[in-house]
Every structure is written in C-alpha cells, then in structure tokens.
C-alpha cells in the first residue's frame, strides 16, 4: 500500500509532464504509475520515454505508442493523430522504440487494483459513458477476478465512477474523494497532455492513497506555448491543406 500519483497520455509534452512530477513529488507521491499514451501529439517523445522510464514504477503501453512503434495501424486515428505519430516515427531513437514496444497491455499496481489504457479489452476504446462502464465491468470482472478499482486513460477527462451493486453513478472530481470498500470505481485521472484542448493549459493527473482509501483529482499549470511552438518547429502539426489530403486519402481508401 502507498501513496500513488497516476497520470496518463503525456504525447511527448515534456513540459507538462515535469509539471506534474514536480506536483506529485511535493504532495509526496511514493511510486508513479502510467496508463499509456507516452508518445505521439507533440515534439519531445524520446524525452518523455527517458522521464518515464526513470520516474514511473508501473508503465503500460497506449494506442499511439504501439503506432508509434508500428504495432497498431493507422486506421483509427483522426487526421491530426497520423500526421503527429509519423513524425513520432521518424523522430523515437532505437532504444525508445525497444522500451516502448516492450510495455504490457494491462497492469495491476497492488491486489484489486488494474490498469489499463483505453477499455479493458480494447487499447483504442473511449470510456465516456456510463454505458461503456457497463461493459467494462463485466470485462474487468471476468479478466481480472477480484478487481474493485481500475484506472483508464484515452479518454484525456479526468472521471471517477462508481458502481454499486448494479448501478453506476458519475462522482464530481473536486477534493478529496473517500472510495467505499464494497464499491468498484473506474477512474481516469485525466491527461497530462492538454495541447488539443481549448481551455488553460493544465497537466491532469491523480493520487491515490491505498492505505487510507482516497482519491484526488490535480491539475498543473505548465508552459503551453512551449510545447506549441516546439511541436510547430519540429513538424508536428498538421497545415490546413495537409489535412485536406489525409481525409481524402481516407475516402479514397473506404471506398468499395
Ligand atoms: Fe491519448
Ligand atoms: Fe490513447
């Protein structure tokens, strides 16, 4: 038992990954796990892999990292995810690569409590509703006997739900949350990555306390323009016309 810090999709941003490490270690975060989603989105992949690699205890793979190392295809990634996971390609040193296509699908941090990317079965599914949850469940229950919390990411919003008996209630994500022995929670601690996102920039990331059985959202300020302005210099991000092509190719592709 400890006190956890869990974060999830850093996508090469190493600004808001240090952001959040710095915040974990001062809230006294004894061991750091990651749902996935290292690399991809943004200009500083090999670095991520390095911070990760000496910082998190626990680490499984995500969608863009079994792309990033030619494990998954293209096929369910929007325009913007394919342009930024080629250059990812092209830019992830050998060792990366090695480290990155040697991470695990699933994880279990300590008795009763697993981690996964996106759904339980599948790396590229969308947690996001109370339905998904459902499905979920039964998946958890059956793959991993005796599971009552599981942490997920993908999704990039930070979401606690709760299940009880047959019912399944969205909690707020504000304070610190009390989990109840007798209930099972799936639990995203939100993104570290926030360049697709409109608001403020802000790391989202997690701590449990499996001692005294709580739960606490945070979110980090960090240095969005200079994410930005190295993803721009460095070729990750997509022009106007360039994404133009990719859905054309696509149709091209769908047809019969
Ligand atoms: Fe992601
Ligand atoms: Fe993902």
Not at 135 to 147: I, S
């Amino acid at each position: 038992m400890a006190l956890y810090g869990i974060l999830a999709d850093i996508h090469g941003n190493r600004e808001a990954l240090a952001a959040a490490l710095a915040a974990l270690d001062e809230r006294g975060a004894q061991r750091i796990a990651c749902l996935g989603d290292v690399v991809g989105y943004n200009a500083d992949p090999d670095e991520c892999v390095q911070l990760v690699r000496r910082r998190c205890a626990s680490v499984i793979a995500g969608n863009h990292d079994l792309i990033g190392v030619g494990r998954l295809d293209f096929g369910r990634c929007s325009n913007n995810a394919e342009y930024s996971l080629r250059r990812t390609r092209r830019a992830l040193s050998r060792e990366s690569r090695a480290w990155l296509a040697s991470l695990p699908s699933s994880a279990t941090l300590e008795d009763g409590v697993v981690l996964v990317h996106g759904g339980v079965r599948d790396v590229q599914q969308s947690m996001t509703t109370p339905a998904d949850i459902r499905e979920n469940v039964a998946y958890l229950r059956a793959d991993f006997p005796g599971a009552r919390m599981c942490f997920f990411g993908h999704s990039h919003e930070q979401r606690i739900y709760r299940l009880n008996a047959d019912s399944i209630e969205e909690l707020p994500i504000h304070g610190q949350i009390l989990l109840r022995q007798e209930d099972t929670y799936f639990i995203n601690p939100g993104a570290i990555d926030a360049s697709r996102k409109r608001s403020r920039k802000l790391a989202e990331c997690a701590l449990f306390d499996s001692r005294a059985g709580t739960l606490e959202f945070l979110r980090v300020p960090y240095d969005g323009a200079a994410t930005e302005a190295k993803a721009a210099v460095f070729g990750y991000r997509l022009t106007p016309f360039t994404d133009r092509l990719y859905s054309l190719k696509r149709r091209l592709a769908a047809r019969p």
